[in-house]
């Protein structure tokens, strides 16, 4: 297997790769919102974007964010998206992309490669393991979303009213 470093002509490939990953994790499969998100990450230079290539054919799939970490004082690096088609798995595609992107990590001088995986997704936990990553027992991940819903109630507008709330 081949890995490359995709560029703009290769993101409607990529894009197929990136899909699938995404439904993996449960979002709707739409090759045209994946395709116009890596060409924007592609295009400003926020990405990296691998592709694994077995005779002609697209098989495997990694997107980096590099990145720095405060605590480190050192750049480090993002895998932040892994996929191998399902035909692909067990031939060493994985072990390609992650050789891959360890060896471009440390000649760009990242101290290390971060990744995470879903808590369930123990084949890949496996693979991570196998190859050297450590499951970090220090620091937990939260996440919040920046959009909020809001909901305007019955009798809100009165509510302010009788408070002497006003907007202006």
């Given at each position: 297997?081949?890995?490359?470093?995709?560029e703009l002509?290769d993101?409607?490939?990529?894009?197929?790769?990136?899909?699938?990953y995404?439904?993996?994790?449960?979002?709707?499969?739409?090759?045209?919102?994946?395709?116009?998100?890596l060409?924007?990450?592609?295009?400003?230079?926020?990405?990296?974007?691998?592709?694994?290539?077995s005779?002609d054919?697209?098989?495997?799939?990694?997107?980096?964010?590099?990145?720095?970490?405060?605590?480190?004082?050192?750049?480090?690096?993002?895998?932040?998206?892994?996929?191998?088609?399902?035909?692909?798995?067990?031939?060493?595609a994985?072990?390609?992309?992650?050789?891959?992107?360890?060896?471009?990590?440390?000649?760009?001088?990242?101290?290390?490669?971060?990744?995470?995986?879903?808590?369930?997704?123990?084949?890949?936990?496996?693979?991570?393991?196998?190859?050297?990553?450590?499951?970090?027992?220090?620091?937990?991940?939260?996440?919040?979303?920046?959009?909020?819903?809001?909901?305007?109630?019955?009798?809100?507008?009165?509510?302010?009213?009788?408070?002497?709330?006003?907007?202006?």
């Amino acid at each position: 297997m081949t890995v490359i470093r995709a560029e703009l002509a290769d993101v409607l490939e990529a894009a197929q790769l990136f899909a699938a990953y995404r439904e993996f994790y449960g979002e709707p499969y739409d090759t045209s919102a994946a395709g116009a998100f890596l060409a924007s990450r592609i295009v400003r230079d926020e990405s990296i974007v691998l592709l694994g290539l077995s005779d002609d054919e697209v098989v495997g799939f990694a997107q980096i964010y590099p990145t720095f970490s405060s605590t480190r004082l050192a750049r480090i690096w993002v895998l932040n998206d892994l996929y191998v088609v399902e035909h692909a798995r067990g031939t060493g595609a994985v072990d390609e992309l992650l050789d891959t992107v360890l060896s471009m990590a440390t000649d760009a001088g990242a101290q290390a490669v971060e990744l995470s995986t879903a808590h369930t997704n123990t084949r890949a936990q496996a693979v991570y393991e196998r190859h050297g990553y450590q499951l970090d027992e220090v620091y937990r991940t939260y996440e919040k979303p920046t959009t909020t819903l809001r909901f305007v109630w019955e009798g809100q507008l009165n509510e302010r009213s009788r408070l002497g709330i006003t907007d202006g």
